[in-house]
């Protein structure tokens, strides 16, 4: 029964996405409330309707609920009940659900929290949200459904892939598609815009706050399936450059250039096109990421099972999002009127070469991440694109971005005095050449870029510094006006300090772990000692263990350093029965924000294990950056003026319905 | 400055990143990607020692041997030809004799591939996908076989 209630509130979520797409349109070309107000209930009802269809999933899995042969292929009945909830999206069906359960909550918030929009842009944004939730309700229920029984139910499922039998599933996808999902408002906003043939600063400053949530979850989930596949895969690496990770990296490169390029719309009412062809694009990269995880064009982790109907069918969608979009785009974009004046040199300026830079390192990683797949096809040659070509493209990139940033902060709006700003910014010149000489001092020369590596990110911590300390005339003034200013200064002001600090911070995490990084893999028998950087690792032996769905065979080691014990580590396997499959389980040991990483390989018939042990340095600083940038996002999205900051329009006292 | 002016600014700048940009992609595109081959691929096209390459296909059964310090060696096949694969480290998980495996690495002169990458399933019913494409060219792959998926475990960073 229930898994029949959830298929059935799923198709109702669909009858009230294809009103809410339709009527509201209607409305706002007619100007009639009546019916502009239509969207804003189907739109709260839609997510109800998902909400009711996921919670339904869920409860098929909990209870273990065999018939259904999405939980069949999928769960365990010994499984832990942590897992039973996240394997609901650790499948194909399942996570397509959550997608769509994301997208219905945005839409409703929209609805909820959009009480200070002009209604015809409110009408119209709901009705584009309700096409996107349209094409995804159509995709699952005609070639993912979730909810199909089995004429004959099994007595035991199949369990979840064990690799995915983690916490680190438990958190990573909702995130991500929090931040994919996200970038549909943004899209639905300019779609709007579009429509209407008007945009202004306000429309920005109504974008913003969607876009930069969307950008927040985005980065967390980014860095939270980076630490995944560190401590999960067992080779200790934290980013591939695989085609599924590049698929989340490219969002996140345009969603950046589009909460820059905002800032400019909004205080300066220029870049108007430029802003909504990237919210155009930041979701149609979103799409691009779902198809390709999605579809089983690639092969990986995520690409849960081939079936070209699907790829076929998303496919579509995202041609007709993306072609649609920016067709209406070359259509519209020309109506709409230019904005104000600027100098190269100026903060308008710094943001276009943000712009700029970062949306060409995004096209080298989409070129990167799609080329093999287009030669491919063309010529049925296969090649694998790497580390070594993002490393040769993306990095190049990426640097005179960074070193622009400090720049870029202090720069005044319309005409900026670079000369000045340098000036201002010698304390971050003179930290960003001690920290290299440093470095240089205590690494050696061995590495030559790496000190330069750390230089830079001292550059731009200190030159946020210096941005907050000017602000507050810090230093210039008494100290109790510096006080108080800093008690005034705009929240956004220290979200934007703390944000580019924490790419700083990631920085210094690649460049540590990627230079000074050591590693042994040898084969230890009982009572053996290795030692690595320091470090003195000995053998104890090997216990065995049962865990709820699966057996565990682990090394015991012990960790000293100067003699000293530090700890004890336990990399494992672990052999799930209902698969016949094996994953290991390395050992994380944290030494302040360095790491040490032990991770177990086959057991020899002398008794003698395979081990893999790492020292990571400073490791932990690259997923604790990404913390800190989405903080800084989180201290900017509380800021006054994005929520009560837009004009209220003067009609809206009169269009609300007599209670 | 004109308006005319700072649009040419504009262009100018960002024609000179792009093109920068598109320099650096078709210099990498040359020079660091690597093809991928069947066995049956290494064995005719006559490949350049040297050259840096993908193989793909079945372990052979019974031609893995383990020696000192982590060393083994495998042959991979698909079927119709095979090429010897060594390597030193800790293989995957799923790295079984009978199973798909993607080797990346050095051919050396007389056909041995000195792989420093060996990738396998991460799922018993799924195989990489190259090996598929490889077994399916020498018409060693049966249809429903198994569900073709399938990468990435076990890279020597």
Sequence with gaps: MIPEIGHYALVLALGLALIQATVPLYGAARRDAALMQLGTSTAVMQFVFVAGSFAALTACYVTSDFSVANVFENSHSMMPLVYKFTSVWGNHEGSMLLWVLILALFGASVALFGGNLPV????????????????????????SNPFLRLAQPPLEGRDLNPILQDPGLA?????????????????????????????????????????????????VGIAMGSYWAYYELGWGGFWFWDPVENASLMPWLAGTALLHSAVVMEKRNALKIWTILLAILAFSLSLIGTFLVRSGVLTSVHAFAEDPSRGIFILCILVLFIGGGLSLFAWRAPLLRQGGLFAPVSREGALVFNNLFLTTACLTVFVGTLYPLALEAFNGEKISVGAPFFNLTFAPLFIPLMFAMPFGTLLAWKRGDLLGVAQRLMTAF????????????????EHVLAPFGIGLAAFVIIGALVDLAERIALFRAPFATSWSRARGLQRSAWGTAIAHAGVAVTLIGITGAATWGTERIVAMKEGQT????????????????????????????????????????????????????????????SRGVSQLYLSLGDVNGDGSAAIRFYYKPLVLLIWLGAVVMALGGALSLSDRRLRVGAPKPAAKTALQPAE | MTRKQRRLTLIGGSLAVLGIAAALVLFALKDSIVFFNSPSDVVQKQIAPGTRIRV????????????????ISFKVTDGAHEVSVRYQG??????????????????????????????????????????VDALKKSGRWQEGEMNADAHVVGKKP
């Excluded at chain 1, 991500?176 to 202004?200: K, M, N, W």
């Excluded at chain 1, 709820?548 to 000293?564: C, D, H, I, Q, S």
């Excluded at chain 2, 793909?56 to 060393?71: A, D, I, M, T, Y």
């Design chain 1, 530 to 589: 290795i030692t690595l950087s320091g470090y003195a690792l000995t053998f104890d032996g090997m216990v065995q263990r049962a865990g709820p769905n699966f057996r565990v065979l682990a090394g015991k080691f012990t960790l000293r350093e100067g003699g000293g014990v530090v700890g004890v580590m336990e990399p494992s396997k672990r052999t799930f029965g209902a698969r016949g499959m094996t994953t290991t389980e390395a050992a994380l040991l």
């Design chain 2, 56 to 71: 793909g296909g079945l372990v052979e059964p019974g031609s893995l041997k383990k020696g000192e310090n982590l060393q």
């Design chain 1, 120 to 143: 015809t842009l409110k009408a119209n944004v709901l009705a584009v949200q309700a096409w996107i939730a349209c094409s995804f309700y159509f995709f699952i229920l005609l070639t």
């Design chain 2, 90 to 131: 800790i293989v995957p998980d799923l790295f079984r004799e009978g199973q798909g495996v993607v080797a990346e690495g050095r051919l050396e002169p007389g056909g041995l591939l000195a792989a420093d990458t060996v990738l396998a399933k991460h799922d018993e019913r799924y195989m990489p996908r190259e090996v």
């Design chain 1, 430 to 445: 003179a930290i960003g050449i001690a920290a290299i000489a440093i470095t240089f001092a205590a690494a050696g020369a």
């Design chain 1, 171 to 219: 958190i990573h996808p909702p995130l991500l598609y929090l931040g994919y999902v996200g970038f549909s408002i943004a899209f639905s906003f300019a779609i709007a815009a579009l429509i209407e043939g008007r945009i202004d600063a306000a429309w920005a400053r109504w974008v913003r706050p969607w876009t930069l949530a969307a950008w927040m979850f985005l980065t």
